[in-house]
């Protein structure tokens, strides 16, 4: 069970884009994540007429290392921790550290 899951929201906490919040669009094999609006790059792009592809700069999201984002805590207006706790029907769930308030509902 992973902490920061596809559709979380999250807020960076360092780096180029700290402060900047955004929902995760991806989740990348070597612990990082692809974050919507976050951490911004230009691509100069060849035009690729078979897949309709036009050329130029385009912009697009890179990927940023786990360790630089945390789950936004809506109640707190901030970035949280994440632990588990089991609940009484078996079921294993995500809470906030600070609040103990699930976050899976």
């Known amino acids: 069970m992973e902490r920061i899951r ?9 780096g180029r884009s700290k402060g900047q919040r955004g929902h995760v669009l991806q989740v990348l094999k070597d612990g990082r994540f692809l974050v919507e609006n976050v951490n911004m790059i230009k691509r100069h792009q060849r035009p690729d007429p078979q897949a309709q592809r036009p050329g130029g700069i385009i912009e697009k999201e890179a ?3 786990a360790s630089n984002v945390m789950l936004y805590n809506p109640a707190t207006d901030q970035g949280d921790r994440v632990g ?5 029907d078996g079921r294993k769930v995500r809470v906030f550290r600070s ?6 509902i």
């Open 63 to 65: 990927p940023i290392h």
């Open 6 to 14: 596809k559709g979380d929201e999250v807020v960076v906490i360092a």
């Open 99 to 104: 609040t103990g308030e699930v976050v899976d």
């Open 84 to 88: 588990y706790k089991s609940l009484e």
